[in-house]
């Protein structure tokens, strides 16, 4: 009967119109993401102020040096690396709605604590225990958001999402270059950024009270009286946001919902081949998005370019961040996401490539622009991509295996960037990225699966 009745939920959410109802809980989830983004980005924007405590150092001899830049933003990722792996699965046990908030407060407060550090130790360490609660909240956002939202409009409901989040790129960048090189009440102005930061659990039990859980995750857990109670709030809403008309008919469930779950479906048919692309997808799209992203005001300065000079450029190149996701609302849900990410990848090769090469200030600005215009639209796309491969008794888990594989590359091209920055320049930084850029654009292109305003449940069988 849970299965039944989960395969009726699902027709129901599927058929409902994109209206302001759906709309308030993809804002309500991006707010959330903000305060991860922010969090995230940081890493790339107080580094040239860790540097410059006297605490770290941009390039270092030995490949793990607590001390070193490259070992600062590995700790990050690694951190992300357990959150997405080893926590991730909790949302498919306990539900979206509680791990989303606790694992704002959980990220929010080891910040905080990072902030009071006087030691490169200390600062690693709490940045990687704050990097688990933001691998957690990727995986839940990846999970959570397309529950919510009918295929016709997933595209543009991951778009809306990166792109209000990616509006505390910009404001990151804006704190590093007004404080990283200054002193504000005696402290280093890099704590200052992080402190700013910390904020996000603030908003955690707002968050909380005005989200609902996931019906398709009660209706597969069989909480069938608070999954009704649920989608009859949602259904009275978008009611209400059409005028009161009847909705669309609920198209009848041709079949009853699995509920028993295993990881190991992750490794059977038809999840196996989807699980082996989307693991090599996520071992190289971050090498390109984080490792620009993450080390962009130091490849600046390592162009000659001085702290202030580079992190005023970082700002304006930050500028774009939120503006990929803005624009491809406009083809979110009109051109096939695998395709998407094939342009976006050589774009983003190509530009990288420019960036390296560019001598004046505003070539670099303009194909760092570019760059994060490319790597943002990969990014957008590939979140609701993922997640709409696997059933819902398994997203979770599925999304945090996938994707921890994404932050082993991201923690390792951490340390890759900084030997090949120390050994190359920009340029070696550049061929790294690109090299990577090619073989994502050939594993999605020649065997990524097709998704397009299909039903998750379609896609799961």
């Known amino acids: 009967m849970t299965g039944k009745y989960a395969g009726e939920v ?15 809980f993809v804002l309500l989830i991006s707010l959330g993401g903000f305060f991860e983004i922010y969090d995230l980005f940081m890493t790339a924007y107080i580094a040239p102020g860790l540097v410059k405590s006297g605490m770290f150092k941009a390039t270092t001899e030995s490949f793990f040096a607590t001390d070193g830049i490259g070992f ?9 690396w357990v959150g997405c792996v080893v926590f991730g699965a909790l949302a498919d046990r306990l539900g979206r709605r509680s791990i989303f908030t606790i694992s704002l407060i959980w990220y929010s407060l080891a ?13 690693d360490f709490w940045r990687f225990v ?23 409009g997933r595209g543009r409901a991951f778009a809306f999402y990166q792109f209000f989040e990616f509006l505390a790129v910009p404001l990151v960048a804006l704190m590093g270059w007004l404080l990283i090189d200054k002193m504000p009440f005696g402290f280093d102005g890099w704590r200052g950024v992080a402190i700013l930061g910390s904020i996000g659990a603030l908003a955690a039990w707002f968050l909380r009270l005005a989200l609902p859980e996931s019906p398709r995750w009660l209706a597969m857990h069989g909480h069938v009286d608070k999954a009704e109670a649920i989608m009859v709030r949602i259904e009275a809403g978008v009611t209400k946001d059409i005028g009161g008309g009847p909705l669309p008919a609920v198209l009848p469930s ?28 996520n071992l190289t799209q971050t090498i390109s998005f984080y490792g620009f992203s993450s080390w962009v005001p130091t490849l600046l300065i390592s162009k000659g370019l001085l702290v202030t000079k580079s992190l005023q450029y970082a700002f304006i190149i930050a500028l774009a961040a939120p503006i990929g996701p803005l624009l491809g609302m406009l083809i979110a849900d009109k051109m096939e996401r695998k395709f998407q990410i094939v342009c976006a990848g050589i774009c983003s090769g190509t530009f990288i490539t420019l960036f390296a090469l560019g001598v004046g200030p505003g070539w670099v600005i303009f194909f760092g622009v570019l760059t994060t215009l490319s790597n943002n639209w990969i ?7 993922q997640a709409e491969q696997y059933p819902t008794r398994i997203r979770a888990r599925a999304v945090g295996f996938v994707y921890s594989w994404s932050r082993i590359s991201a923690a390792m091209a951490g340390l890759l960037i900084g030997f090949f920055l120390k050994e190359g320049g920009t340029l070696g930084v550049a061929g790294f990225i690109a090299t990577a850029m090619l073989i994502m654009v050939g594993t ?6 097709r998704t397009l305003n299909r039903s998750l449940e379609q896609l799961s069988t």
């Open 10 to 24: 699902a027709a129901r959410l599927d058929r409902l119109p994109f209206t302001r109802t759906i709309w308030r």
């Open 72 to 80: 600062f933003v590995f700790s990050f990722f690694a951190g992300m």
């Open 111 to 123: 910040t905080l604590m990072m902030s009071l550090q006087t030691t490169a130790v200390g600062v």
């Open 130 to 152: 704050a990097a688990i609660g933001v691998g957690l909240e990727q995986v839940i956002i990846d999970t959570y958001l397309p529950e919510l939202v009918p295929p016709q």
């Open 254 to 281: 041709t079949e009853e919902v699995q509920t028993k779950s295993s990881f190991w479906e992750l490794f059977k048919a038809p999840y196996g081949k989807r699980t082996l692309v989307l693991s090599i997808f």
């Open 379 to 385: 990014s957008f796309v590939f979140h609701g991509y």
């Open 444 to 449: 999605i292109g020649l065997f990524g699966l």
